[in-house]
């Protein structure tokens, strides 16, 4: 997106000047553009871009929404049109460049790697193009491309599309929350850079033998953010999530369950690097002690033998499992988690942070220290359900702000939710 205030031609500039150092710069990828520049300059289902990139009218207009792109550039004499008008390019790089900085262009810079990579030698411009790299979308992280790459492994290959019917599959860029949006006790920050140390140092520990790693057992009362860290590690490990519920896979499936199990694993591996997220494990101990089913015990015992056989190390599989009730886990469930992260109700002084946190951005007019004294017994799920409905309650009475009565009606319905539930108040 152009910096506001970014002039039309400025922004055909942009458009050009990265047509020209892609071209000519051919340690640049396609993670160099940014997004809009992929999809104008004709990124193919491989997730390539073709060079040479030629720009056109129907390029500039596919990428910034200015139609006549050829016309705001035809004076510029660092501008080459082919006989047509219709065509254009740099004939001079850095005629160009210097014009564009002149002109304002450096917002844009800041947002576009393949021109940071250029500009990052100017001295006056003190842009740095790894950073500007990191900040910029993958494609990785893309579902078009999480699609391509799902497609391609299960192209004829029908235990694998049966897979697909068990899991709820998550591109990184399609997931809400993000770490900075969490209240996470040190533990679970740390969670991050634990994975990237062996996802970086993967070789170093396979000659080591040393394979139990990134299994994780997230354990904690409902509400407490098992599920939102799960999704929120997506996002920062770039890492598409794949998200199962034992539940679901052995009451529609039982006949198949041992099999379809098998297939998740497999699918998972194939897909890597990636998250499985099993919720509701707890459902293994369930069946573990039941005695009526013994195609039910063979598929937990079949799930244990693959949570044995994944290894973030060996396949590049995160494996995160999450449980409300962790008493009901034996020691055979227990024993296959390298790390066990707990989730806990928040106290005083995590409510108060989580309440600044989401009410931050809005009209509030509460007062949270206080409001935090009054939600003890509150999980982080209940704080959110309380200042949603507290703006609703305000868009509903046509105020501008969350004031004390909006606040109180989100506190009575957490309250009286949690009563039926059978959750004693704090």
């Not at 029908?158 to 209240?183: M, N, R, W, Y």
């Not at 598929?299 to 994944?310: E, G, H, S, W």
């Amino acid at each position: 997106m152009a910096a506001e205030g970014t002039s039309e031609v400025v922004q055909v500039m942009e458009i050009l000047l990265t047509a020209e150092i892609f071209n000519r710069n051919r340690d640049l990828d396609e993670n160099d553009l940014t997004p809009r520049c992929r999809e104008a300059f004709g990124m193919g289902p491989d997730g390539q871009v073709k060079r040479p990139v030629i720009v056109s009218d129907g390029t500039v207009a596919q990428a910034t929404g200015i139609g006549d792109a050829s016309e705001k550039v035809k004076g510029n004499p660092f501008i080459e049109l082919d006989s047509f008008g219709h065509r254009m390019r740099i004939s001079a790089l850095d005629a160009a460049a210097g014009w564009f900085l002149k002109k304002g262009g450096r917002p844009l810079i800041t947002q576009n790697p393949a021109l940071a990579s250029f500009f990052e030698g100017f001295d006056s411009v003190g842009i740095s193009y790894r950073e500007v790299r990191a900040a910029n979308p993958r494609i990785e992280d893309t579902r078009a491309h999480l699609d391509a790459k799902i497609a391609a492994l299960v192209k004829g290959d029908e235990a694998l599309k049966t897979a697909l019917d068990l899991l709820i599959i998550s591109a990184p860029d399609e997931v809400e929350p993000s770490l900075s949006d969490l209240i996470c006790t040190g533990q679970q920050a740390g969670i991050p850079a634990k994975v990237r140390t062996a996802i970086l140092h993967r070789d170093l520990l396979r000659s080591h033998r040393i394979y139990e790693l990134g299994k994780l057992l997230f354990v904690g009362p409902p509400g407490t953010g098992k599920t939102t860290l799960a999704l929120a590690l997506s996002r920062e490990l770039h890492m598409p999530i794949l998200e199962v519920r034992l539940s679901m896979v052995t009451s529609q499936y039982l006949g198949e369950t041992s099999k379809n199990i098998d297939r998740i694993f497999e699918f998972a591996k194939k897909i890597a690097p990636a998250i499985l997220f099993i919720d509701e494990f707890d459902f293994v101990a369930k069946s573990r002690i039941t005695d009526d089913h013994g195609a039910m015990k063979r598929a937990v015992n079949m799930l244990l033998k693959n949570i044995d056989r994944v290894s973030l190390v060996r396949d590049g599989v995160l494996l995160i499992a999450a449980t409300n009730h962790p008493q009901l886990l034996d020691e055979a469930a227990w024993r296959r988690f390298d790390e066990v992260v707990e989730f806990f109700l928040p106290d005083g002084e995590m409510r108060r942070a989580i309440l600044s946190k989401v009410t931050g951005p809005l009209p509030w007019d509460g007062n949270v220290a206080e409001l935090a004294l009054r939600t003890e017994g509150f999980s982080g799920a209940d704080l959110r359900v309380l200042v949603k409905e507290a703006l609703l309650s305000s868009l509903i009475r046509e105020k501008e702000r969350i004031e004390g009565e909006d606040i109180e009606r989100g506190y009575s319905l957490v309250m009286n939710r949690n009563l039926i539930r059978g959750v004693p108040p704090g």
